[in-house]
């Protein structure tokens, strides 16, 4: 059949979910049989989130062919197993540099460049490009922002010329509102989602489905009131209410019609619904996993969403361990050696997670000074390795002022040093060495063993600073051996110490790859180990 696409808006305010309903609804698509690829259409013009402090956006998810992305891409990844591309990502930025790229090189012949067609018709351009590229059915486009919002103006017209271009049957809108609860009043409130739905009227657009985020339960009334006001099927009223796991949200969406609703208005026979096994299977296991396991996350970013994807990973890990992963940031900027004994307390297990820039190192590298001596399983992640190598130098080896150049421009054991291909780089956006790369690793290793007795993998960096391999010697005779190795580039991407339980170091993102149905398999043998702990 032809590509039917799947428009994706938002409105009343941000973090309603757009990312898992899109994700989600992909997901029960994908389960009958069809192709979809999910892509997120943003309206800030950075060109993409790589440079963006994770305070203002969160995590910066990372594809395997290296495009720093928005973390709904993760989602995405997470619940549907495809990898997403560089065109699942696309941003203001983006269409405005192609555009005016084009204009630069004369490709206009001379006329005025405008939104309106010239913009509108990149972004559709951009929408359109995953279906020619690979044989889709379906293709789930999010726009981010929500309506009314300046920025997001383009996209919406884009979708509406796109909608009238392809018709009925191959374009629909899927609209995510909110239906807050007013306390003191005892009732919820549906005039913020029949405000939303006007404003999108007003650009054009006439959604076919309403998804109303709720924190309580709506009623038949309330649903045959939105649909009377916002001129959409009562069937086509889904509600989204809190939910113990975002896992949880593809079973709601099908035991209430989402994707037969769909089908049916694009003209594509419903059939039987599927049985969501393997899913169904997690949901259970993670409700049996009560017993609970303490896991210290050692980082800068006091907020979730900059740890989304390890978050998820150690859940995943956790429930195909059957234990429930609780986990406990612990900000390296208040760690000291007078109280890291009390900062560490009670966890079994201690990620030291990855990151930019001087502020928290030092704690980081006391939590790893710490973790190594009292045998606590350790899983550092990109900085989070470099900072347990630079420790291992300061205290194993001697060389008490070993730093990475990134802290230290002038240190003279420079144990951490700038990639060379990096050295003649003065951009910063888009530069660091981004995506999925080969690793051999060890025979005997503990992550040799983990991966099930794999000699290549592949996974995902982000990172501009290495491993200086004029000290491996050094560190293989002193017992931190490095058991995974870039065959290309001979960068050591894997740390770890034999003689411990479970201390490990990766320059890589192993949080990228794990996903509901496939846990990574260095989160499963983290976890496996903190168990043993426990």
């Known amino acids: 059949m032809e590509t039917k696409y799947i428009f994706i808006t938002g409105g009343v305010a941000s973090s309603l979910g757009k990312g898992i309903v899109s994700a989600s609804l992909g997901k029960l698509l994908q389960a009958r049989g069809y192709r979809i690829t999910i892509q997120k259409f943003d309206p800030y013009i950075n060109i993409d989130p790589g440079t963006l402090n994770p305070y203002e956006h969160g995590e910066c998810y990372v594809t ?92 919406l017209e884009a979708i509406r010329q796109l909608r009238w271009e392809l018709g009925p049957q191959r374009a629909l809108n899927v609209h995510l ?40 339960e709506l009623g038949d009334d309330l649903r045959a009131k939105v649909a009377h006001f916002c001129n959409v099927d009562v069937s086509a ?49 993670r409700k049996q996993a009560t017993e609970i396991i303490d896991i210290g996350l050692v980082g800068k970013y006091d907020l979730q969403d900059a740890y989304k994807s390890i978050l998820e990973s150690l859940a995943h890990a956790g429930t195909y361990n059957n234990r429930k992963v609780r986990t406990h940031f612990i900000n390296s900027e208040h760690i000291t050696r007078q109280n890291v004994a009390e900062q560490l307390d009670g966890m079994t297990g201690i990620v030291i997670c990855p990151g930019f820039g001087t502020r928290g190192i030092e704690g980081k590298i006391l939590a790893a000074e710490y973790t190594r001596t009292h045998d606590i399983p350790t899983f550092g992640i990109c900085l989070g390795m470099q900072m347990m190598v630079i420790e291992f130098a300061r205290n194993v080896l001697g060389y008490k002022d070993a730093n990475s150049t990134e802290m230290d421009v002038q240190t003279a054991h420079n144990v951490i040093d700038l990639m060379e291909e990096q050295k003649t780089i003065t951009q910063m956006g888009g530069t660091m060495r981004l995506g999925a790369y080969e690793c051999q690793l060890v025979e005997n290793s503990k992550v040799f063993e983990a991966y099930g007795d794999k000699a290549i993998i592949k996974e995902r960096h982000r990172h501009r600073y290495e491993f200086n391999n004029k000290y491996r010697e050094e560190y293989e005779a002193a017992a931190m051996k490095c058991v995974g190795i870039n065959p290309a580039a001979d960068l050591v991407e894997i740390v770890e110490i034999p003689i411990l339980r479970w201390y490990i170091g990766t320059q890589f993102h192993p949080e990228y790859s794990s996903t509901v149905l496939h846990p990574h398999p260095l989160f499963m043998s983290f976890i496996h180990a903190c168990i043993s702990n426990s």
């Open 177 to 216: 509102t909110y239906v807050p609860y007013l306390a003191a009043a005892g009732e919820l409130k549906t005039k913020p989602t029949q405000t939303s739905v006007k404003q999108l009227q007003g650009l054009g657009i006439q959604p076919e489905v309403l998804v109303l985020r709720t924190e309580h």
């Open 64 to 155: 395997a062919d290296g495009m720093e992305t928005d973390l709904d891409l993760g989602h995405y990844e997470r619940f549907t197993g495809i990898e997403t591309t560089r065109d699942n990502s696309v941003t203001t930025g983006r269409i405005y540099l192609s555009v005016i790229e084009r204009e630069r090189r004369g490709d206009y012949l001379g006329k005025t460049i405008q939104v309106v067609p010239h913009i509108t018709d990149e972004i559709k351009r951009r929408i359109l490009l995953n279906a020619s590229k690979q044989p889709l059915d379906f293709v789930i486009t999010e726009i981010g922002g929500t309506i009314g919002d300046i920025e997001s103006q383009p996209f």
């Open 237 to 285: 009223v889904i509600q989204s209410q809190d939910l113990p796991s975002i896992y949880e949200v593809p079973v709601n969406m099908q035991r209430q019609g989402l994707d037969a609703i769909i089908l049916k208005k694009m003209g594509v026979e419903i059939g039987e619904t599927p049985e969501l096994g393997p899913w169904r299977n997690f949901l259970e296991c």
